[in-house]
């Protein structure tokens, strides 16, 4: 079994920094895409970052230039460096992974960490 555990998330005012992590543990032999997904009161899980086990980025436009994610791939770990933090970026944080345990890649979600950005 995987399990991944979110860290990091708590509150912070608008302009401040935040820096959340991910570790994934268990029965992995290999990983591949990692990415942070958040959630908003109301509304859909949506993607916030992703990175490719060859480091490849991809971002949500409304992050752009604000927030990096990075990878360790020898700890299996992924992080989200978030900057310039606005109030609409409040939500729960979610990283995921795409995990070989056996025969096939699946995906693991962690639980997810609360961000609260005060205006």
């Known amino acids: 079994q995987v399990q991944l555990v979110e860290s990091g998330g708590g509150l912070v005012q608008a302009g401040g920094s935040l820096r959340l992590s991910c570790a994934a543990s268990g029965r992995i032999f290999s990983t591949s895409g990692m990415g942070w997904y958040r959630q908003a009161p109301g509304k859909q899980r949506e993607l916030v970052a992703a990175i490719t086990s060859g480091g490849s980025t991809n971002y949500a436009d409304s992050v752009k230039g604000r927030f990096t994610i990075s990878r360790d791939n020898a700890k299996n770990t992924v992080s989200l460096q978030m900057n310039s933090l606005k109030p609409e970026d409040t939500a729960v944080y979610y990283c995921?992974?795409?995990?070989?345990?056996?025969?096939?890649?699946?995906?693991?979600w962690g639980k997810g960490t609360l961000v609260t950005v005060s205006s």
């Open positions: 995921k992974m795409e995990v070989l345990t056996g025969v096939a890649y699946m995906d693991y």
